[in-house]
């Protein structure tokens, strides 16, 4: 067996010590006699593998009481096309804040149900930078704002919980939900796909304050009516157990490694490591405002296009995998969610390094 240095945005690298815990109750799940791919979602077993995948993603995260937190399906995309059905409650426009593609996919979603007042946007800087906050022009009105926290094609992320006054923020944190410490309280919604830092694609997780739910708009489907999924404990129908389940590993997982402050201390390092190096010479480069780069994902060109290929290669021979940049921006792209170690991070950097050296 054979384990590579997976840089992949997503689907992406999990932990070892979880694939193993997985695999090793994979045919027999703590004696029930099946694997949890197997069992109803309303036995006994399951309902006590939901309940402390809940409780520990609460603790892990300092989840307020008046917050419910949903296991839902449909992928972040499906979220962005169901929070305006949920959260208009009978107003009419939503602002949003734009760093990159998925911010405004999100917003075209929204268009169908609001009119949608694009509060700031960096696309004029080619989404290499979050805009000043003192720039945003916010509507008093909105029924929320929408903010994506970490732009996973650009590499662009907020530094700090963005601060919207008495409008419900809502944020895409896709691919940057546990990464550190986050105030929970400073957001109406969060909404995030599992698949990046958080366990299999499938599952997608909706932490929302619950004074915002209960209002829905009248064609809103049942499964994805926010009060509704929490009436039922995320089990209006069969929810993705397997993934549910996976994702309670790797809560534990957090817990068992320093919490949020112990991830955030090892992400930034990571982080750090790469854009020093990228800093450093001017073979590779990253274009994003160092206050605003992302600890995620690390895009980074060559100075010579045509050597991309020739990197890959030579990256992929060295079992450095997944690192071709988004097609919309091409070049490379480094993701170094909270499974990755920072010795992948290093193997990484050697290997720029050896590539600079003998390409330049
Ligand atoms: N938002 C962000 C920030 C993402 O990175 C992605 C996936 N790359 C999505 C939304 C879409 O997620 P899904 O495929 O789960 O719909």
Redesign the pocket.
């Known amino acids: 067996m054979k384990r590579v240095v997976n840089f992949s945005?997503?689907p992406a690298t999990l932990p070892l010590e979880v694939l193993q815990q997985v695999q090793a109750e994979l045919l027999d799940w703590q004696g029930s006699g099946m694997s949890v791919m197997e069992m109803s979602h309303r036995g006994k077993e399951f309902m006590s593998i939901a309940a402390a995948a809940e409780a520990d993603l609460r603790e892990v995260a300092g989840i307020p009481a008046n917050y419910k937190v949903l296991f839902l399906q449909?992928?972040?995309?499906?979220?962005?096309s169901f929070i305006p059905m949920n959260l208009l409650r009978g107003k009419t426009g939503v602002d949003f804040v734009l760093t990159?593609d998925?911010?405004k996919?999100?917003a075209k979603e929204a268009a169908r149900h609001a009119t949608v007042n694009v509060a700031a946007t960096s696309a004029d800087a080619k989404f290499t930078q979050v805009p000043d906050r003192a720039s945003w022009k916010l509507d008093p009105n909105a029924a929320y704002v929408h903010v994506?926290?970490?732009?996973?094609?650009h590499g662009v992320e907020f530094a700090a919980d963005p601060d919207t006054g008495a409008v419900p923020l809502v944020a895409?944190?896709?691919?940057n939900i546990l990464s550190r410490p986050f105030d929970v309280s400073k957001y109406g919604l969060i909404y995030?796909?599992?698949?990046?830092n958080i366990g299999p694609?499938g599952l997608?997780i909706v932490v929302v304050r619950d004074d915002l739910i209960g209002q829905a708009a009248p064609l809103t489907p049942g499964i994805f009516d926010y009060q509704q999924m929490a009436d039922s404990e995320s089990m209006l129908n069969t929810p993705p157990c397997f993934a549910w389940y996976v994702s309670g590993l790797v809560f534990k997982w957090i817990k068992a490694n320093g919490g949020l402050a112990g991830v955030g201390e090892r992400n930034a390092a990571k982080a750090k490591l790469l854009y020093d190096y990228i800093d450093s010479q001017d073979f590779y480069r990253n274009p994003v405002a160092k206050a605003d780069r992302s600890r995620m994902?690390v895009p980074f060109t060559l100075a010579n296009a045509e050597l991309d290929a020739e990197f890959l290669k030579g990256a992929k021979a060295a079992d450095l995998d997944g690192l071709k940049g988004h097609r919309s921006v091409g070049g490379m792209r480094a993701s170094i969610y909270n499974a990755m170690p920072i010795e992948g991070v290093q193997q990484l950097v050697d290997y720029m390094k050896e590539f600079a050296r003998t390409r330049a």
């Not at 994506?148 to 094609?153: A, D, F, K, L, P």
């Not at 995030?192 to 990046?196: D, I, S, T, V």
């Open positions: 945005a997503g449909g992928g972040a995309t499906g979220q962005f990159g998925w911010g996919k999100a994506t926290s970490n732009e996973t094609i895409d944190m896709s691919s995030a796909g599992a698949q990046k694609a997608t994902n």
